[in-house]
């Protein structure tokens, strides 16, 4: 016996637990089941004994009342190579998540109830959002029902809604979705953009399901979802050249709309003729994200890539400020502001945008009621602005609470966003005495439409 042990290389006398379960893991010792994983039946051997030790559901499966008896078990809904970042895992309780891979893991842990790992991911996605993926989060939102990660797609995807609703991953969104994206009124897009691309998203759907792609069959597909679109916003120039030419609405859908551009008194009584990006708790018309010019819809410059979730901002009533200039004319409605932190908050604001020979151009004074539940408001100018090109302006913040209620603060600012063909540049402001720069503060967007000497 003392022979036989000499014989075998001693590889497990200085190795602590993590490192003994990597060696038998990768070296396949004493594998009591295989995994047959993916389309292709790639074989993964494993430990019964590491698996039901990390999940309910392997444990249920090899020793439960339906024990499966088989040595080899088929997984064709899981690819190889997320099976096996799971066993790495379950095995040695550490891992990197890669953004191609951070969807199938999702699922691949809620199968086998990994809560630890699912946890994991959904920090990832929260923190890895873009145009190009965020409906496809949303999606994994709505299977899991993992609300806070729908709200933070949602917070996403109604700050950059033209790149988002334009977007590839946008056309293959589920119907509940994209319900959820049509009933916002925090959506930075004009109805022009929205309508262009949802009839697209009913084509998708059309294909989809093998049938033509009719008029009669989009409405089939859209169904309710038709009524969500707010076509009293298009304005009445659209309308009567372009809208009423389409089959899409039928002819009481459209009579209802005629009455509401051209009878005096008369509002639309089947379709939201309500801004998007209001804010909810005013009714101003003042305070809607819809220019005169309804070919001319306000654009909204983002400027901060996160907003910092466990920090506050101190509102003490000094003022918060960044410089920009562009490269194109604009007219200037206003900005973004932050607001309370933690519950309701009502702050006294004022906003000013001044030259660089430090003469005020234009301002607003107005008060807002705001929520935890809501990170930005708008607070628009009196009236817009024209800003020149190369010319550098610094926008002036001042938020005043009477209970003291700090804001919540961006972070991961940028210093070049373009938005809309036009490039704005952010650079710190003398004005800024609490502490707002380039890379953190208040003050996370720019609202804008193009000047008419401007032409995408």
């Not at 559901?57 to 040595?71: D, H, I, R, W």
């Not at 691949?108 to 965020?134: G, I, P």
């Not at 989009?218 to 969500?228: E, F, P, V």
């Amino acid at each position: 016996m003392a022979g036989l042990v000499a014989d075998c290389e001693d590889w497990q006398s200085y190795k602590c637990i993590l490192d003994c379960n990597r060696h038998m893991y990768e070296n396949q010792i004493a594998c009591d089941i295989n995994f047959l994983v993916g389309e292709n039946e790639v074989s993964i051997p494993a430990h019964k004994y590491i698996l039901v030790s990390r999940s309910c559901v392997f444990y249920s499966m090899f020793y439960g009342p339906l024990a499966e008896t088989k040595s080899d078990i088929r997984l064709p809904d899981i690819e190889a190579d997320v099976f096996k970042t799971l066993l790495q895992y379950l095995y040695l309780d550490e891992i990197e998540i890669k953004p191609e891979m951070v969807l199938p893991l999702l699922y691949a842990s809620k199968k086998y109830s990994v809560q630890k790992l699912s946890k994991k991911c959904l920090k990832y996605l929260a923190l890895d959002q873009s145009s190009e993926n965020v409906c496809a989060i949303l999606e994994q939102s709505h299977l899991y029902d993992e609300i806070e990660l729908q709200n933070k797609c949602m917070e996403y995807i109604c700050a950059h809604a033209k790149e988002v609703v334009e977007s590839e991953d946008f056309l293959n969104i589920c119907p509940t979705c994209l319900e959820l994206v049509l009933k916002s009124d925090q959506l930075q897009v004009d109805e022009k953009t929205i309508l262009k691309c949802v009839l697209k998203w009913s084509e998708k759907r059309c294909e989809r399901n093998d049938l033509d792609i009719t008029p009669e069959n989009q409405r089939s597909q859209l169904g309710k979802l038709l009524y969500l679109i707010r076509f009293p916003l298009l304005g009445e120039t659209y309308f009567t050249d372009t809208v009423t030419d389409s089959e899409i609405l039928s002819d009481s859908e459209k009579v209802d709309l005629f009455k509401h551009f051209f009878k005096k008194g008369c509002t639309s009584k089947l379709f939201n003729y309500r801004n998007r990006f209001v804010n909810p708790e005013s009714s101003s018309s003042s305070d809607s994200f819809q220019s005169d010019n309804d070919s001319k819809p306000i654009q909204t410059c983002i400027r901060y890539q996160n907003v910092y979730e466990d920090g506050s901002w101190y509102c003490g009533g000094e003022p918060d400020a960044i410089s920009f200039l562009c490269n194109h004319p604009i007219m200037l409605h206003g900005v973004l502001v932050y607001g309370s932190y933690i519950g309701e908050g009502i702050y006294d604001v004022t906003c000013s945008i001044y030259d660089n020979t430090d003469v005020e151009l234009a301002n607003r004074r107005t008060q807002l009621k705001t929520s935890e539940s809501q990170h930005t408001y708008p607070v628009l100018l009196e009236t817009p602005y024209s800003v020149m090109p190369s010319r550098k302006y610094a926008l002036v913040v001042k938020l005043i609470s009477s209970d003291g209620l700090d804001t919540y603060q961006g972070k991961s600012g940028l210093m070049t966003v373009n938005c809309g063909g036009v490039r704005f540049t952010f650079s710190k402001s003398k004005y800024s005495r609490n502490g707002t720069d380039v890379k953190i503060g208040q003050i996370p967007g720019l609202l804008f439409t193009c000047s008419d000497d401007f032409d995408e």
